[in-house]
């Protein structure tokens, strides 16, 4: 519990701070989002992705609002029973609104008893996140049919070149390629940064929140997924290779780090549901820039940078996404309306040698799934064939970005 002088002490510096911030490049996320919706507007994404700055973004389109952080340090003993106070500082303090913005609420017990009240009242909530699970817990108790969740992710290719003001092409890309899209990162090219945001996201998102004691192997295992990008792994194996005793703490791990947004997995696709969940998976990390820094070998593998990459795209569009394995293999295959609408290859170069490997797995989706025609996504490669009556499109990864960032 906090005194009301102490939350009103807190509101009005964070109003304060508010009126000096920098609202950044305008998000590409921020034109989905109705200020007028009736439902809350949920924004969850890894941390220091830019979910503050979007929700600042968001405000400065209201006429009058009502803003709270709950990752100021001062909050820390923050209860339910402390948001009737809030309430009235807000009104005391601020004047009347019917928009409320709050900052990292999972930080707050019991806060979706507060919003639902409110959303009776038609008030309007637009809220930020950095966990996927617990905000889901949540939501579906207290909120379930009153929320829309929007997931926020590093810049796309198409916000880095705004923020770098660089213009389209291999040589920016390749620059995105390699440092990925956290703001800060990009702006001061600091290695420590992204190094103290795996231990942060570690430490804070994960060991305190669930009650871990060791960090230091959660660390290993982190650091060991983000190494091996677009690889399969078992939980079977991850147990055996760092001793964790059982198959089930593998598997707490790897929820952890996809609760967090630190890493994403993919299943190997069947038609049985049973056969999907027992296959090995393919991890995926939510930045190749935090990759590459907490990482020795990751940066020197430029066809895993630019898979994860391509990945990362189809995941900020909500796809659906699986790989391919029979007698070769596909990388992804995408799910739409309960069934198989396309199929992607990456390779870095496309060559004599890999030619014959890289399009066997693909020509074999397309044939499974009916498809006629398949993509290959290369680093600056282009051009088109046709083989066994299916029509291959070799794409640039840069072009097929911007393509299909324009598209949403």
Request: net charge positive; glycine share 4%.
């Given at each position: 519990?906090?005194?009301?002088?102490?939350?009103?002490?807190?509101?009005?510096?964070?109003?304060?701070?508010?009126?000096?911030?920098?609202?950044?490049?305008?998000?590409?996320?921020?034109?989905?989002?109705?200020?007028?919706?009736?439902?809350?507007?949920?924004?969850?994404?890894?941390?220091?992705?830019?979910?503050?700055?979007?929700?600042?973004?968001?405000?400065?389109?209201?006429?009058?609002?009502?803003?709270?952080?709950?990752?100021?340090?001062?909050?820390?003993?923050?209860?339910?029973?402390?948001?009737?106070?809030?309430?009235?500082?807000?009104?005391?303090?601020?004047?009347?609104?019917?928009?409320?913005?709050?900052?990292?609420?999972?930080?707050?017990?019991?806060?979706?008893?507060?919003?639902?009240?409110?959303?009776?009242?038609?008030?309007?909530?637009?809220?930020?996140?950095?966990n996927a699970s617990l905000l889901s817990k949540e939501l579906g108790?207290?909120?379930?049919?009153?929320?829309?969740?929007?997931?926020?992710?590093?810049?796309?290719?198409?916000?880095?070149?705004?923020?770098?003001?660089?213009?389209?092409?291999?040589?920016?890309f390749e620059e995105y390629l390699r440092k990925g899209g956290f703001?800060?990162?990009?702006?001061?090219?600091?290695?420590?940064?992204?190094?103290?945001?795996?231990?942060?996201?570690?430490?804070?998102?994960?060991?305190?929140?669930?009650?871990?004691?060791?960090?230091?192997?959660?660390?290993?295992?982190?650091?060991?997924?983000?190494?091996?990008?677009?690889?399969?792994?078992?939980?079977?194996n991850l147990k055996k290779t760092f001793n964790l005793g059982s198959?089930?703490?593998?598997?707490?791990?790897?929820?952890?780090?996809?609760?967090?947004?630190?890493?994403?997995?993919?299943?190997?696709?069947?038609?049985?549901?049973?056969?999907?969940?027992?296959?090995?998976?393919?991890?995926?990390?939510?930045?190749?820039?935090?990759?590459?820094?907490?990482?020795?070998?990751?940066?020197?593998?430029?066809?895993?940078?630019?898979?994860?990459?391509?990945?990362?795209?189809?995941?900020?569009?909500?796809?659906?996404?699986?790989?391919?394995?029979?007698?070769?293999?596909?990388?992804?295959?995408?799910?739409?309306?309960?069934?198989?609408?396309?199929?992607?290859?990456?390779?870095?170069?496309?060559?004599?040698?890999?030619?014959?490997?890289?399009?066997?797995?693909?020509?074999?989706?397309?044939?499974?799934?009916?498809?006629?025609?398949?993509?290959?996504?290369?680093?600056?490669?282009?051009?088109?064939?046709?083989?066994?009556?299916?029509?291959?499109?070799?794409?640039?990864?840069?072009?097929?970005?911007?393509?299909?960032?324009?598209?949403?």
């Open positions: 519990m906090l005194l009301k002088d102490t939350l009103k002490s807190i509101a009005r510096s964070q109003a304060e701070e508010f009126s000096s911030v920098d609202f950044g490049i305008e998000r590409e996320k921020l034109k989905d989002i109705s200020l007028d919706s009736n439902f809350a507007a949920i924004l969850s994404g890894v941390r220091r992705c830019g979910k503050s700055t979007l929700l600042k973004q968001l405000m400065k389109k209201a006429s009058n609002f009502y803003y709270f952080n709950f990752e100021d340090p001062r909050t820390v003993n923050f209860e339910v029973s402390d948001f009737q106070k809030l309430e009235e500082i807000f009104g005391e303090e601020f004047g009347k609104s019917n928009f409320y913005f709050f900052d990292e609420i999972q930080n707050a017990e019991k806060w979706e008893l507060f919003v639902r009240t409110m959303l009776d009242k038609k008030k309007h909530f637009f809220i930020t996140g950095s108790t207290r909120l379930t049919g009153r929320h829309l969740r929007f997931e926020l992710f590093p810049f796309s290719f198409s916000e880095f070149l705004k923020f770098t003001g660089k213009k389209p092409g291999l040589s920016s703001p800060e990162y990009l702006k001061y090219d600091k290695a420590e940064i992204l190094q103290e945001l795996l231990n942060d996201i570690l430490a804070r998102d994960i060991v305190i929140r669930y009650k871990l004691r060791n960090l230091k192997i959660l660390k290993e295992i982190a650091v060991f997924l983000l190494t091996n990008i677009g690889k399969e792994f078992s939980y079977t198959t089930n703490t593998a598997i707490s791990f790897l929820s952890y780090f996809e609760d967090s947004y630190l890493l994403f997995t993919i299943p190997k696709f069947d038609y049985s549901l049973k056969k999907q969940v027992i296959s090995p998976k393919k991890v995926y990390s939510i930045d190749n820039g935090l990759s590459s820094v907490n990482s020795a070998s990751f940066s020197a593998d430029k066809g895993k940078m630019l898979e994860n990459t391509v990945f990362l795209q189809l995941r900020r569009q909500n796809k659906e996404i699986f790989y391919f394995q029979q007698k070769n293999e596909c990388d992804f295959l995408v799910k739409q309306k309960e069934k198989i609408a396309s199929a992607i290859q990456v390779c870095y170069e496309l060559n004599e040698d890999n030619k014959t490997r890289e399009t066997n797995g693909l020509i074999e989706a397309l044939e499974k799934f009916n498809l006629k025609q398949g993509l290959i996504l290369t680093n600056n490669q282009e051009d088109k064939f046709e083989t066994e009556n299916k029509k291959i499109i070799i794409k640039p990864t840069w072009k097929w970005l911007l393509e299909t960032e324009n598209k949403e």
